[in-house]
């Protein structure tokens, strides 16, 4: 009971605490600044290996047809082409009332 009395009378921040004219602006600690430096250093790393790849052009644009990646692609859409019912005219699917055309 005392605490919510306690909070109901607090001074709090209208609206979105964190955004606006009157928000909380958080402190800065040991602990963010480590993380931050932390997120900057990995996206460096990431920067670092996006620009200097491992491999050269020559090598990597023969590297998926050594993989054979195309030919499984194809052979995958194939069987899935396979199992699909096959594809139907509609002169097809009436073809059973043409049986006698006498103005021919």
Known sequence: MRLTVVNFFKK?????IFRG?????K?????????LVREYEQ??????????????K????????ELGKKEKIVAKWRE???KMKPHVT?????????VKNVWD
């Open 21 to 25: 004219k009157h928000r909380l602006v």
């Open 12 to 16: 709090s921040v209208n609206g979105h």
């Open 58 to 65: 020559e090598q990597s644009s023969g590297h998926a047809k």
């Open 90 to 98: 509609i002169a097809e699917r009436l073809a059973h009332l043409d």
């Open 80 to 82: 899935e082409q396979l």
């Open 27 to 35: 402190r800065v600690t040991h602990s963010s600044m480590a993380t």
């Open 43 to 56: 996206t460096e790393a990431n920067m670092k290996l996006l620009l200097h790849p491992y491999l050269t």
